[in-house]
């Protein structure tokens, strides 16, 4: 798997696992949505074990995945749509992520 689909796939599982207990919390979704929600963050902390580079590296650069996929899921799960600000905002994210991950090595 390359490294972008890797970044994307560790931010699903992440946002995924801390909306179900939301939805628990504050929309009165069933208790059982924390399972799901716990097996998406076990999967969430496996997939950040994949990727190559130093842990520090990874969470930097993870980082600004997550927030372009937060928006992301603003938008389609939400279903807010994202603001130039919003826009703006995973824009530097993600040239803060690019610099971090294809730095010359």
């Known amino acids: 798997m ?8 560790t931010a ?3 946002i995924l696992g801390c909306y179900l207990p939301y939805l628990w919390l504050r929309q009165g979704a069933s208790a059982w949505v924390l ?4 097996l ?16 520090g590296r990874v969470y930097a650069a ?3 995945v997550y927030i372009g996929v937060a928006v992301l899921w603003l938008w389609l799960v939400d279903g ?3 603001s130039a600000w919003d826009l703006a905002g ?5 040239g803060g992520m690019a610099i971090i991950v294809f730095q010359p090595r």
Request: charged share 5%.
């Open 2 to 9: 390359n490294t972008i689909a890797l970044y994307l796939l």
């Open 12 to 14: 699903v599982a992440e």
């Open 35 to 38: 399972l799901p929600g716990a």
């Open 40 to 55: 998406s963050l076990a999967l969430f902390a496996w997939l950040l074990s994949l990727h190559p580079d130093a842990s």
């Open 62 to 64: 993870y980082g600004g």
């Open 80 to 82: 807010v749509r994202p």
């Open 90 to 94: 995973v824009g530097v994210a993600f």
